[in-house]
């Protein structure tokens, strides 16, 4: 008989920063309250693990916000999978509606947890790990001499 985690995501880690930390960090939360749209492609880059390009993710979220005028109906999805990445306490519908309340206050947390987890958010996903492979020889190993017998 194989038993189940009773863990659930209201059981997982506390995120790294609270929610209204807005302000330890100005420079992004400057940028996010006027452009909201760079912060969470930042964000949307590294929680898609490069399969979405910051580039890609920002202008979805301006064209959504254009013709519904509530961008947070895109960027709450990527709070949610990003908490679900890293096992962080909340749920589905709170996610929700911090980014409907205070979007500049939910980016920018979802921002900071991803800088406090090692990642350099602007580089985005592939920049990151560029970084994290640096010194690492890629490629097949070097023999040196040949056989010897």
Same mark, same amino acid.
Not at 36 to 59: H, K, L, M, N
Not at 75 to 103: A, P, T, V, W
């Given at each position: 008989?194989?038993?189940?985690?009773?863990?659930?995501? @209201? %059981?997982?880690?506390?995120?790294?920063?609270?929610?209204?930390?807005?302000? &330890?960090?100005?420079? +992004?939360?400057?940028?996010?309250?006027?452009?909201?749209?760079?912060?969470?492609? *930042?964000?949307?880059?590294?929680?898609? =693990?490069? &399969?979405?390009?910051? !580039?890609? @993710?920002? @202008?979805?979220?301006?064209?959504? @916000?254009?013709?519904?005028?509530? !961008?947070?109906?895109?960027?709450?999805?990527?709070?949610?999978?990003?908490?679900? *990445?890293?096992?962080?306490?909340? &749920? %589905?519908?709170? %996610?929700?509606?911090? /980014?409907?309340?205070?979007?500049?206050?939910?980016?920018?947390?979802?921002?900071?947890?991803? +800088? +406090? =987890?090692?990642?350099?958010?602007?580089?985005?996903? /592939?920049?990151?790990?560029?970084? *994290?492979?640096?010194?690492?020889?890629?490629?097949?190993?070097?023999?040196?001499?040949?056989?010897? =017998?």
């Amino acid at each position: 008989m194989e038993v189940e985690s009773s863990k659930t995501q @209201a %059981d997982g880690e506390y995120w790294s920063t609270g929610f209204c930390d807005c302000f &330890s960090d100005c420079s +992004n939360c400057c940028i996010t309250f006027w452009c909201p749209c760079i912060t969470f492609g *930042q964000i949307a880059e590294i929680v898609d =693990r490069g &399969s979405t390009s910051c !580039g890609t @993710a920002g @202008a979805i979220y301006v064209l959504i @916000a254009a013709l519904v005028g509530c !961008g947070c109906i895109y960027s709450c999805f990527y709070r949610i999978k990003m908490r679900r *990445q890293y096992n962080l306490k909340g &749920s %589905d519908c709170g %996610d929700c509606l911090k /980014h409907f309340f205070c979007e500049v206050c939910a980016l920018t947390q979802a921002y900071r947890e991803l +800088n +406090n =987890r090692g990642f350099d958010v602007p580089l985005g996903w /592939h920049g990151n790990v560029e970084r *994290q492979n640096a010194g690492v020889a890629m490629g097949a190993p070097v023999v040196e001499g040949g056989m010897m =017998r």
